[in-house]
């Protein structure tokens, strides 16, 4: 039917049938009865609930330490280091031949592990950087078998303040330090021990030794061998 008038003609609304509002009445009846209510609410509170849980872990994961990695570090770099120990104020060997030295280091270094009860050999053993001209020793560094090896020796460094080296200074142990931890170990050392005159240092840092050691070492190897351990 259409209504008479100026205005456009309209259609009116055909009103829905009994079938339609039947249906209507029994799906607002299942949507609002307390039981679909109850089932809504147990929903949003399960929703609420998984939400806040996500939140927390999220919370707890951003207060973990993450840890720092050098960038463009080789991996292989990072093993090594993790398995090595650097050795301070080991006497080096005056021989004009190289492998006569690095035996002179590698019975050292077995002197040492032998003080410590360590159980197993390590795998290498070398000087850090060029041979210095002012008296004074280049780092050692040793390289174990595994990293389990490396807290061994660590745990056990503090007993070698009873090894006598005299008239050597005293020896010690730390572990092998990246480019970054170097550099921040040398910031430190410089604010608590201010020098008037710089030093030049190794790829691993090397704390002042006496000026004296070279003379010492030639001494030490005059002399007789006594009953205390000291460093041929």
């Not at 609930?49 to 991996?75: G, L, V, Y």
């Not at 197993?120 to 050692?140: E, I, K, N, Q, T």
């Not at 003379?215 to 041929?232: C, M, R, V």
């Amino acid at each position: 039917m259409v209504d008479e008038g100026d205005g456009p003609s309209k259609k009116r609304k055909a009103a829905p049938s009994d079938k339609e509002e039947t249906l209507i009445a029994t799906v607002k009846k299942v949507l609002f009865s307390v039981e679909a209510i109850e089932f809504f609410k147990r929903v949003f509170n399960i929703s609420e609930f998984h939400q806040a849980m996500k939140s927390f872990r999220d919370a707890q994961i951003k207060k973990r330490p993450q840890p720092k990695t050098a960038t463009n570090e080789d991996p292989a770099e990072v093993k090594e280091r993790n398995r090595s120990v650097v050795i301070i104020n080991v006497p080096e060997s005056r021989s004009k031949f190289e492998h006569e030295k690095n035996l002179a280091d590698l019975s050292h270094v077995q002197m040492l592990f032998r003080y410590l009860d360590v159980g197993c050999s390590p795998m290498a053993v070398y000087r850090l950087g060029r041979p210095r001209d002012d008296g004074r020793s280049r780092l050692l560094k040793v390289i174990m078998p595994c990293s389990q090896s490396q807290r061994a020796i660590l745990s056990k460094a503090k007993t070698l303040r009873s090894f006598v080296t005299a008239p050597h200074p005293p020896v010690f142990i730390r572990k092998s330090l990246s480019r970054e931890e170097l550099e921040k170990q040398r910031l430190e050392r410089a604010l608590k021990f201010p020098r008037s005159d710089p030093i030049s240092v190794d790829v691993e840092m090397q704390p002042a030794a006496s000026a004296l050691l070279r003379k010492s070492i030639d001494q030490t190897e005059k002399k007789t061998k006594t009953n205390e351990i000291i460093f041929s």
